[in-house]
């Protein structure tokens, strides 16, 4: 039997909606051998973040070295990183141990406002850890963040998705949860050309979690060798699918359904 490896860097979602929970049980639902590296604890459910606790970063380097000397990985996903020290470690355990299939979701801000990555640490997310990135998958406010440019149109977008590509990442998904449009358009580059995933946008409050959940999904269908291209189409629908069938847990914004994919495919109803 042939296992496939993945491991997320990331922070913890005590509610289970976002970060590692949300990308280990996006690795199980597609097949894929799930680990973990923690880089901060938070206190959180579906109405804010009420507490965040770093790892001491000897323990987050570790939990890396873990990891590569014994199992090693297909993919590797990073979400939460929370400060500079910490994207510098983090790329210096990519490049340590060869690691392949980087996909880095640059996780600023959660869905409730509470602030993930302190913003002196955007400096570092560019001159360190996306020239490794085999895409990176920034919402527009990330994106905004990171070009210091403005992005309103789809050339916008474009423009900005060209300056990821320049400043070194193989290449990019600027998702469009953020945007007020009827539909929900994923604008993936690739270098050379571009690429619109488009699909209805969902009224729901339920997209705890989403962004973590799309690039998890990314990163265990390229951990399946699956090409970049169809690893993004692939994670859409993944993403599409947990949305659209959300759980309904928690009183305020609650997280997509895990299951919904697998279970469409396989006509399940539940
Ligand atoms: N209301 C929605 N309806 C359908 N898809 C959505 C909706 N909100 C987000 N998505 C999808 O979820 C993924 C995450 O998008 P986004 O919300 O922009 O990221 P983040 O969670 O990082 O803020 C994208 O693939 C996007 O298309
Ligand atoms: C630990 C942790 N990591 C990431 C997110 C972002 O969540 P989202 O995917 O909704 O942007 C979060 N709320 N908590």
């Known amino acids: 039997m042939t296992v ?17 929970q949300a990308d280990l049980k996006t690795f199980q639902e597609l097949g894929v051998y799930g680990m973990s590296a923690l880089t901060a604890v938070t206190a959180q459910n579906t109405l804010g973040v009420q507490g965040v606790y770093p790892i001491p970063l000897q323990g987050l380097k570790e939990q890396i070295d873990a990891i590569g000397h014994d199992l090693g990985t297909d ?20 490049r340590t141990y060869h690691f392949q299939n980087l996909v880095v979701d640059p996780v600023m801000v959660a869905k409730g406002g509470a602030k993930l990555l302190q913003d002196e640490a955007v400096e570092a997310l560019i001159s360190k850890l996306i020239p490794l990135a085999t895409v990176i998958t920034p919402n527009i406010p990330e994106a905004e ?44 580059f690739d270098g050379y050309a571009f690429l619109e995933l488009t699909s209805p946008r969902i009224q729901t409050r339920h997209t705890h979690g989403t962004g973590c959940t799309f690039s998890s999904a990314i990163a265990a269908e390229l951990a399946k060798g699956k090409s970049l291209t169809e690893a993004v189409k692939n994670g859409k629908a993944f993403i599409r699918a947990a949305i659209e069938h959300p759980l309904g847990i928690g009183a305020g914004h609650g997280p997509t ?12 109803k539940r």
Request: hydrophobic share 40%.
């Open 75 to 94: 993919t590797v996903k990073t979400g939460m990183l929370h400060s500079s020290e910490v994207i510098e470690a983090v790329s210096d355990k990519i």
């Open 145 to 188: 963040m990171i070009t210091q440019r403005k992005i309103n149109t789809l050339e916008d977008k474009k423009e900005a998705a060209k300056q990821l590509i320049d400043i070194g990442a193989q290449s990019v998904v600027m998702k469009g949860g953020h945007e007020e449009t009827n539909d929900v358009v994923d604008l993936f």
């Open 257 to 268: 359904n895990h299951w919904a994919y697998m279970e469409q495919l396989r006509g399940v």
């Open 4 to 20: 496939y490896k993945a491991l997320t860097i990331a922070g913890s979602d005590s509610g289970g909606g976002a970060g590692i």
